[in-house]
């Protein structure tokens, strides 16, 4: 479901392309702003790469001289690196710089890619839903891998054609040098046989006549020679003629791929920028989500907070209520056993009294009342 979801905000998004239109002139000086300043960072770096290289160079006379050779080893370590790294850049800016098509030659062309993708696309999103699977996405893998595969084939084919063009180049150079010497020579002897007739002439036509018939038999044998070699010359030059023709039909097709290559990874991008940003907002939304429960976990731990206060609040207020109690008790503890040790000394007191006093005028018969007791 999350990739009918992808394929669905994609073909959104081609089809919001293709119907937004945009200045040719505007998008072509916003890709040249966007390109000159990757392409002066780019030459800033070689600038850097290239004073780095000046300077190793430069310390290598001294480092010669020292008896260690471990520095002028890694010197010469360090100036091989910067040599790759400056290679690897050129080719780089090379790359860039064939990689920026003018934009104004190619919207038609964009715009039939473009619809070629929605069209993948269309029939991925119907096999998904009727299947769950997408063989025409494999098969349009297939096919972009075969194509890699027959271009890689072509550039090998394409090196070797260029390599034996530029041997033809050199072995017709060779012959030209060597008919340019032989015809010099050939010159040469015409004008020596000349000056000899010309002496000869003076001494009888039966020689010179000799002289002249082989002079004009050296000089046809030089011009069969001469017209062989031209022919072979003219052949070699066909052959070559027809290889540079294959080769340029060769170098059509790879641009014509590059531009195919380059406006797929460009629908790419967009792709996975899109997918990046439905990515983006599924985090936010659950980001928000842990939040919300952030919030809510809050509120209950405020609300166990403030329930725990009261607990604690109604805990004080009953151990200060017992403890008052209980000092009530000890209290009252205290005064009835005040009470009780005054009732004591009462007694005691009346007791005494009694005692001393209670006998007088009474008489000391059987009829006299003893003292009663009084109850505790």
Not at 122 to 138: E, K, N
């Amino acid at each position: 479901m999350q990739a009918l979801h992808v394929l669905h905000v994609a073909l959104d998004k081609l089809g919001l392309v293709g119907a937004t239109r945009v200045d040719p002139q505007l998008q072509a000086a916003a890709l040249a702003q966007s390109v000159g300043e990757e392409i002066t960072q780019m030459l800033a770096g070689q600038k850097k790469l290239e004073d780095q290289y000046v300077a190793l160079v430069a310390e290598q006379p001294q480092l010669r001289n020292l008896p260690n050779k471990n520095k002028l080893y890694e010197n010469q370590k360090a100036v091989h690196t910067t040599a790759e790294q400056l290679r690897l850049g050129t080719q780089a800016l090379v790359r860039n710089l064939k990689a920026s098509p003018g934009v104004s030659e190619n919207m038609a062309k964009v715009a039939v890619q473009r619809q070629a993708l929605q069209q993948l696309l269309h029939h991925c999103t119907a096999q998904l839903l009727a299947s769950q699977t997408c063989p025409v996405l494999a098969e349009y893998v297939e096919g972009v891998e075969k194509h890699d595969l027959e271009t890689q084939a072509t550039i090998e084919r394409e090196r070797i054609t260029s390599a034996a063009v530029k041997q033809l180049k050199a072995e017709i150079k060779d012959e030209k040098s060597k008919h340019e010497e032989q015809m010099r020579r050939a010159g040469q002897a015409l004008a020596e046989l000349n000056g000899q007739q010309k002496a000869v002439a003076l001494g009888g036509s039966s020689k010179a006549r000799y002289r002249e018939a082989q002079v004009g038999a050296a000089n046809e044998c030089a011009r069969r020679l001469e017209s062989n070699s031209l022919s072979e010359v003219q052949d070699q030059i066909a052959v070559l003629q027809q290889q540079l023709e294959i080769d340029h039909q060769v170098q059509e097709a790879g641009s014509a791929y590059s531009e195919k290559v380059q406006a797929w990874l460009r629908e790419e991008t967009i792709e996975w920028g899109s997918r990046i940003d439905a990515d983006v907002a599924a985090k936010e939304k659950d980001t928000e989500a842990v939040k919300q429960e952030r919030q809510r976990d809050l509120i209950k731990l405020k609300d166990m907070k403030e329930k725990h206060e009261k607990e604690t609040s109604l805990k004080a207020e009953r151990d200060s209520t017992a403890k008052d109690a209980a000092d009530r008790e000890a209290a009252d503890q205290i005064l009835m056993e005040k009470q009780a040790a005054a009732a004591l000394r009462i007694q005691a007191v009346w007791r005494g009294y009694l005692a001393r006093h209670g006998g007088k005028g009474k008489g000391k018969g059987k009829g006299a009342k003893k003292p009663s007791k009084k109850k505790k």
